[in-house]
């Protein structure tokens, strides 16, 4: 059985960091490109980052040089840091493991950026 589980999220002020997970289990993890995306109220889905198999990253501009994408194929584990959040960033931030026949979503994490 295949499960992606996000963490991390939270409510954190603008200007301020979190750090989102996402742990797989039941695939092979280290062949999959990981990605995340995310989903505001009233909006599409919009992907916001992704690292493939070999560590290529890919950002949404509105992200770039504020987050960033990473693996650690040993965890079965895709992580975003996200720095200087800004209040545009407040969605449900959802994991996403992808290979040309296969596509698992996560269940979601909120993040709330908000003074």
């Known amino acids: 059985q295949v499960q992606l589980v996000e963490s991390g999220g939270g409510l954190v002020q603008p200007g301020g960091s979190l750090r989102l997970s996402c742990a797989a289990s039941?695939?092979?993890?280290?062949?999959?490109?990981m990605a995340w995306y995310r989903q505001a109220p009233g909006k599409q889905r919009e992907l916001v980052a992704s690292?493939?198999?070999?560590?290529?990253?890919n950002y949404v501009d509105s992200v770039k040089g504020r987050f960033t994408i990473s693996r650690d194929n040993t965890r079965n584990t895709v992580y975003l840091q996200m720095n200087s959040l800004k209040p545009e960033d407040t969605a449900v931030y959802l994991c996403?493991?992808?290979?040309?026949?296969?596509?698992?979503w996560g269940k979601g994490t909120r993040v709330t950026v908000s003074s």
């Open positions: 690292i493939t198999s070999g560590a290529s990253t």
């Open positions: 039941g695939i092979i993890f280290s062949i999959y490109t």
């Open positions: 996403n493991a992808e290979t040309t026949i296969r596509k698992y």
